[in-house]
């Protein structure tokens, strides 16, 4: 798992084929803690690399079985990001089954971490219908949570839920907030992430959100991810926070 870290935190892609190994070892020994950690640390790869999301399902469905039916924090942190995987591939009925039941849990354990995976989740085009006008006071209040969990995360965490929010306030009309959101994306950092390098670079998967490049000196945002702005340089730090696309 460590070794899996480090790979993804400064290198390339070949830290989800050591998750995966772990995940495997983890089962055979008996060990859901780690089996749990592995099947997380294997999706949020593949999310934060915009890679297809298939593989993700697979390895989490193994944890959830794993970790059995019994309320858990284990259960719930798998749930959060099966969910996440589910909606990002387009299983919107089993991705909306399980969001059902990974929002109260969450919410039950105090599991700040797997209710911003779930909050998030339901921000996504398949992951709620249109909100009503009755519904928008709703829907400020879940914005308002991501805002604040986020907080304290990491720079990938804060720039997924600056674009996931952005979107959202823009789809109940709030264009001031939407204004701020797409701000706090700008300055993101997105050091955290794995540099791919040039003509590798994946595409973005179907629930990734806004691809933006950036650097600490620019407020240049890119969506869609297709290519950078002339005269942009290529290189390491040239990173999409959402999609990991990089030039």
Request: with cysteine.
């Amino acid at each position: 798992l460590a070794r899996g870290q480090a790979e993804f935190s400064c290198s390339t892609p070949i830290a989800l084929t050591t998750f995966r190994e772990a995940a495997v070892i983890a089962r055979q020994e008996h060990l859901p803690k780690m089996m749990v950690s592995a099947a997380i640390s294997f999706a949020q790869a593949q999310h934060n690399l915009g890679l297809p999301d298939h593989a993700s399902v697979a390895v989490l469905e193994e944890a959830l079985t794993v970790v059995g039916e019994e309320e858990s924090l284990n259960r719930c942190r798998v749930l959060s990001w099966l969910v996440k995987a589910l909606l990002a591939m387009g299983d919107s009925e089993r991705g909306l089954e399980l969001l059902q039941q990974a929002r109260p849990m969450a919410q039950r354990l105090n599991d700040r971490n797997s209710l911003f995976q779930v909050l998030v989740s339901e921000l996504m085009p398949n992951g709620a219908p249109p909100v009503s006008a009755a519904q928008i006071p709703e829907r400020r209040r879940t914005l308002k949570m991501i805002r604040e969990i986020s907080g304290d995360s990491d720079t990938s965490t804060r720039s997924e839920a600056a674009a996931r929010c952005g979107a959202a306030s823009l789809e109940i009309g709030d264009i001031e907030d939407f204004e701020k959101s797409t701000r706090i994306e700008a300055r993101a950092t997105v050091t955290s992430l794995p540099f791919v390098p040039s003509g590798d670079s994946p595409q973005p998967s179907a629930g990734s959100g806004f691809v933006a490049s950036r650097t600490v000196e620019s407020d240049v945002v890119v969506s869609g991810g297709v290519a950078p702005p002339v005269g942009w340089p290529r290189g390491p730090g040239r990173c999409g926070s959402m999609g990991g696309a990089c030039w």
